[in-house]
C-alpha cells in the first residue's frame, strides 16, 4: 500500500533528505579542502540528523569529538548555515552541534583508506582487530585526556637552550628518527612535558590510529601495582607492549629505588625496543645521574640519543613570555616581558606563573601591566626567593664563576680580576637580599660602605650596556637559582 500511496501523490524530497544533502555537500567541500586529514578523522563520525537548526554528530571518543571541532566545525558549519540560508526561508541561523559518543560508529562519513605509514608506527595485527578501545586496553581518550593541548610544537620557543630536545623530539614525532630511545633530560619547568606533549599531538595529527601512550612514571608504577594486585598483568602488559605504537614516560626518576617496577619497565622497554617502537622517556637528570637505577636500564637509556635542555637565556625567555602572553590574549609591553625574563630566570613555569599573576591583578584592579606595576608585583615575589639564599651561597657562586677561593674574594686584593669579582658579588647580595650596605661591607672583609655602594653602581651601570657583563651575571644567577631550588 505504501508504495502505491507514493506512486499517486508525488512527494518532493523530505526536508530531512535536503538537509542531508547540504550536509553531505558541505562535507564533500571540507573534504576537497583537507583531503590528507579528511578521511583519518571523518571516518569515525557519523551525520545522525540536521533538523530544526541542530546538527547530531556521533563520534567515535572524545579525542575525534574534539579535534573535529577545533578543526574542521567552524568552516563545516559555516558552509552548511549558508546553504540552508539560501533556502526558503533566506535567513542565515546560527545551527547548534549535539554530539554524541559511540565506539560503534556504524555509518562514517567516509570509509578509511589504509595509510602508508613508517614502519616504526605500524599497527600490529593485533591491532587492526582491535580499533576499539577495549576496557583496560588503548583509549585515546585517556591519551587526549592527558595531554595539554596548547602543549604544541607551534607553541614551543626554540632557543640554543633547547635546540638539540626539540630537533630530536620532532624527528621522532615524524615516525623514524634513526635511535631509539630519545632521553630528554633538564630541570625542573623547562619544556621536558611540554615536548612529549608535542610528540604526541604531531603523531596524531598525521597517523590518527597510531597508538600512543603517554604515561608518567608515577603512573606506570602506580597502574604495576594495581595490576599486580588484581591479578591483571596480562592487560597491564598489553597496554605497554602490544597495544603500543609509541611509549611517551615522563619523569623516569620516579623509578629511582622502586626494583620491582624497574624490572617491569625494563621488560616494557626491550619488548617495544626489539618491535622497533619509538620510546621517549624524560628525566630531571642525565641517565648516569639516576640515582638508585639499575645499570642495565641507564645503559638502554644511553643507547639511543640523549638531548637536554638548559635553563634558557635572556632572549629567549622574553620570547616565551611573549608567546605565553599571545596565547592566553594578554597585552604584553616588550619593556614588562623583558623584566619579567629578568626576574625568573630558572624555570620558564615560574616565569608563567609570574606573568598569569601580572594579568589577573591587573584586570582586578584595572591597572594596565606597565613596568611600574610589574616592579611593583615582582618585588612582592622576591623576598621568597632571595630567602633561599645567603651572602655566603652568593660569594660561593661567584668565586666558581670566576674560578676564585672565598679567601680571596674578600682579601685586599685589588687586582681588576677580583676586585670585578667582588664587586659582582656586592651588587647580587646588594640586588636579591637587600642587606645594607655597611652589612655588606662587612660581609667582604669589613670594607667601608661606600666601596659597596661604589661597587653595585658600577655593577649596575655595566650590566646595562655591556652585554659580556650582563652574561657573566646571567650565569651566577642561573648557578643560584638552580642551587636553591635543590
Ligand atoms: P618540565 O616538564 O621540564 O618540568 P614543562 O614542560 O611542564 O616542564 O614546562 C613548564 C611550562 O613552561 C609549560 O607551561 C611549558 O609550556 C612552558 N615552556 C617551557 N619551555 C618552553 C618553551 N621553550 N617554549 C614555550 N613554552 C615553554
Ligand atoms: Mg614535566
Known sequence: MISQTSQ???QGPSVSALNERIWNEAVEETRRRSPASFEQWFSSVQFDELDDGVLTLTAR??????????HFLPDLLANIEQKLAGGETGEAEALRVEWRISGNVERPVCERRQSVRPKTLEPTPQSRRSERPLPGGYSRAALAAALNPKHTFSNFVVGPSNALAHA???SSAGGSPGYNPLFIAGGTGLGKTHLMHAIAHKVLEERPDARIVYVS???FTNEFIEALQHHRMDEFRSRYRADCDLLLVDDIQFLAGREQTQEEFFHTFNALHDADRPIVVTSDKYPQQLQRMPERLVSRFTSGLVADIQVPQLETRVAIVKKKAQLEGIELLDQVAVLLAQNVQSNIRELEGALIRLAAKSS????????EFAQGELLLVAPRRANLVSVEDIQRAVCHHFQLSNAHLI???????VAFA????????????KCSFPELGRAFGNRDHTTVMSAVRRVEELRARDPQVNAHLEAIEQRLASSSES
Open 422 to 433: 667582588r664587586q659582582v658579588a656586592m651588587y647580587l647580595c646588594r640586588q636579591r637580599l
Open 8 to 10: 499517486y501523490i508525488p
Open 411 to 417: 682579601s685586599k686584593d685589588r687586582h681588576k680580576s
Open 61 to 70: 571518543d572524545e579525542w575525534v569529538r574534539d579535534w573535529v571541532v577545533a
Open 364 to 371: 582586578l584592579t584595572g591597572r594596565p601591566i606597565d613596568e
Open 168 to 170: 630530536a623530539a620532532l
Open 217 to 219: 612514571a608515577e603512573r
